[in-house]
């Protein structure tokens, strides 16, 4: 058996937390002018909790992506993150979130690398063909640099909004140091890393190539990556957005040491490992484009061969602002998102039905909800913001709820009709329009 897929597995239905309610009964008054995009919210907005929740016993939190039974650390961050911002006075999200960022934290600890891990030890796993150092903990073992950001920046999130310091135990401070060696190790992989990953599935995009360690790289000071955030193989394996996460998690990482841990050392290597992050992302992330200007190449692999290109999964080019790693207005930013936006991006698609970015997870001519959830949260303008929130409006296929992917041409054609992730972000752009008083 080649890849080990389950079927849909129900969770326990939580109750939901008052602040969740609060801020549905909110939508209720402000929207009501909108019954179709009202009822979005109200359904998009929960999902992460109604359908992919489960308190542990031992006071952890697991969250599945929706229809694969596993946790992404990735996916589980950004499926949470739009109810950060609630949880400060109410003591069931703080459960919920605090647990989730525990769990994290064995996660880390059992395997740095893996991106996603199974519910206990029970040896479950997307595919058995997998040639890597697997643990029965882990359900896929590709090497996402942006994976371990994710735990940082929930972490970091969640301090900042509710103040709380249970979380940072000595376990947490051992995840911290897992996190900075690795980044240390990749940051010269072919002389010192143990990671290999090859899957015998037939297709490319699912192994790294020259026997599991990936096509060569030259000595950047940014960190090695295996694959992407849509899990499929980096070409040039420095990937940008991905080291700019790793910059703005090495800043965080940086608080954690001098105000929680006090810990000027660790403070010191972290700083220094943050600069020749960022020095590299400088020297050998910026590619001089004839139309566009300096833009954030994709990928590189150090030697002037760049892939020129977004993705529609976070951490990508147009999600930089989101990511914290420069404002929206920077120059090589703004930049760079013209083109992300144009056709030059080769995975940017015009249809009749919507146009936006897309990915070469899915097929060719299909946007992804996320990318504009994502547009949507990163516009510069009011209006641009409210052409994102109409185009997920129109495009649901009248299921009440955000895909994957769908055909530019026809949104009745999608992929993954239960994907909490880009429910949660569509939840985010909705609530911030809200808040700021455009619906």
Same mark, same amino acid.
């Given at each position: 058996?080649?890849?080990?897929?389950?079927?849909?597995?129900?969770?326990?239905?939580?109750?939901?937390?008052?602040?969740?309610?609060?801020?549905?009964?909110?939508?209720?008054?402000?929207?009501?002018?909108?019954?179709?995009?009202?009822?979005?919210?109200?359904?998009?907005?929960?999902?992460?909790?109604?359908?992919?929740?489960?308190?542990?016993?031992?006071?952890?939190?697991?969250?599945?992506?929706?229809?694969? @039974?596993? *946790?992404?650390?990735?996916?589980?961050?950004?499926?949470?993150?739009?109810?950060?911002?609630?949880?400060?006075?109410?003591?069931?999200?703080?459960?919920?979130?605090?647990?989730?960022?525990?769990?994290?934290?064995?996660?880390?600890?059992?395997?740095?690398?893996?991106?996603?891990?199974?519910?206990?030890?029970?040896?479950?796993?997307?595919?058995?063909?997998?040639?890597?150092?697997?643990?029965?903990?882990?359900?896929?073992?590709?090497?996402?640099?942006?994976?371990?950001?994710?735990?940082?920046?929930?972490?970091?999130?969640?301090?900042?909004?509710?103040?709380?310091?249970?979380?940072?135990?000595?376990?947490?401070?051992?995840?911290?140091?897992?996190?900075?060696?690795?980044?240390?190790?990749?940051?010269?992989?072919?002389?010192?890393?143990?990671?290999?990953?090859?899957?015998?599935?037939?297709?490319?995009?699912?192994?790294?190539?020259?026997?599991?360690?990936?096509?060569?790289?030259?000595?950047?000071?940014?960190?090695?990556?295996?694959?992407?955030?849509?899990?499929?193989?980096?070409?040039?394996?420095?990937?940008?957005?991905?080291?700019?996460?790793?910059?703005?998690?090495?800043?965080?990482?940086?608080?954690?040491?001098?105000?929680?841990?006090?810990?000027?050392?660790? *403070?010191?290597?972290?700083?220094? *490992?943050?600069?020749?992050?960022?020095?590299?992302?400088?020297?050998?992330?910026?590619?001089?484009?004839?139309?566009?200007? @300096?833009?954030?190449?994709?990928?590189?692999?150090?030697?002037?061969?760049?892939?020129?290109?977004?993705?529609?999964?976070? @951490?990508?080019?147009?999600?930089?602002?989101?990511?914290?790693?420069?404002?929206?207005?920077?120059?090589?930013?703004?930049?760079?998102?013209?083109?992300?936006?144009?056709?030059?991006?080769?995975?940017?698609?015009?249809?009749?039905?919507?146009?936006?970015?897309?990915?070469?997870?899915?097929?060719?001519?299909?946007?992804?909800?996320?990318?504009?959830?994502?547009?949507?949260?990163?516009?510069?303008?009011?209006?641009?913001?409210?052409?994102?929130?109409?185009?997920?409006?129109?495009?649901?296929?009248?299921?009440?709820?955000?895909?994957?992917?769908?055909?530019?041409?026809?949104?009745?054609?999608?992929?993954?009709?239960?994907?909490?992730?880009?429910?949660? *972000?569509?939840?985010?752009?909705?609530?911030?329009?809200?808040?700021?008083?455009?619906?």
């Amino acid at each position: 058996m080649e890849q080990f897929r389950l079927p849909k597995i129900p969770m326990p239905k939580l109750d939901l937390p008052q602040a969740v309610l609060d801020v549905l009964a909110e939508a209720e008054q402000k929207l009501a002018h909108r019954p179709k995009l009202l009822q979005l919210f109200k359904n998009c907005f929960p999902n992460t909790l109604e359908t992919t929740t489960k308190l542990m016993d031992d006071g952890t939190t697991f969250v599945i992506t929706g229809d694969i @039974p596993a *946790l992404w650390l990735r996916d589980s961050v950004e499926q949470v993150i739009h109810y950060v911002p609630l949880a400060k006075d109410d003591a069931d999200l703080q459960r919920i979130i605090g647990g989730l960022i525990k769990r994290h934290i064995q996660y880390v600890l059992i395997d740095p690398y893996a991106n996603a891990f199974n519910e206990t030890a029970n040896d479950w796993h997307w595919n058995t063909t997998d040639e890597t150092d697997m643990s029965p903990w882990v359900w896929e073992r590709k090497f996402e640099i942006d994976s371990l950001c994710f735990v940082v920046r929930l972490a970091y999130q969640y301090w900042k909004e509710t103040g709380l310091t249970d979380i940072f135990d000595a376990g947490f401070k051992q995840a911290m140091r897992a996190i900075m060696e690795l980044f240390k190790t990749e940051q010269r992989h072919f002389e010192q890393s143990p990671y290999r990953f090859t899957r015998n599935n037939g297709i490319p995009t699912d192994s790294l190539r020259n026997q599991g360690l990936g096509m060569p790289v030259n000595y950047t000071g940014m960190v090695w990556s295996g694959f992407r955030s849509s899990d499929d193989a980096c070409d040039f394996h420095y990937n940008i957005p991905g080291n700019m996460f790793a910059v703005v998690s090495l800043r965080q990482m940086q608080e954690f040491a001098e105000w929680v841990f006090r810990d000027m050392a660790m *403070l010191d290597e972290l700083k220094r *490992l943050e600069a020749d992050i960022d020095h590299g992302i400088q020297l050998y992330g910026i590619y001089r484009h004839p139309e566009f200007g @300096p833009i954030y190449a994709y990928e590189t692999d150090g030697y002037g061969n760049y892939c020129l290109m977004d993705d529609a999964g976070t @951490p990508g080019l147009v999600s930089i602002p989101y990511l914290g790693y420069v404002t929206a207005d920077d120059e090589v930013y703004q930049n760079t998102r013209r083109f992300a936006l144009s056709k030059e991006n080769p995975f940017y698609y015009e249809g009749k039905a919507a146009k936006g970015i897309g990915s070469p997870h899915t097929p060719p001519g299909y946007i992804w909800h996320m990318a504009l959830s994502m547009q949507g949260l990163t516009a510069a303008t009011n209006e641009e913001k409210l052409a994102m929130i109409a185009m997920l409006e129109a495009t649901d296929a009248d299921t009440g709820f955000m895909h994957e992917g769908f055909h530019s041409d026809d949104p009745g054609v999608f992929t993954r009709s239960w994907f909490a992730w880009s429910n949660s *972000l569509f939840s985010q752009l909705v609530y911030r329009a809200m808040k700021e008083g455009l619906l």
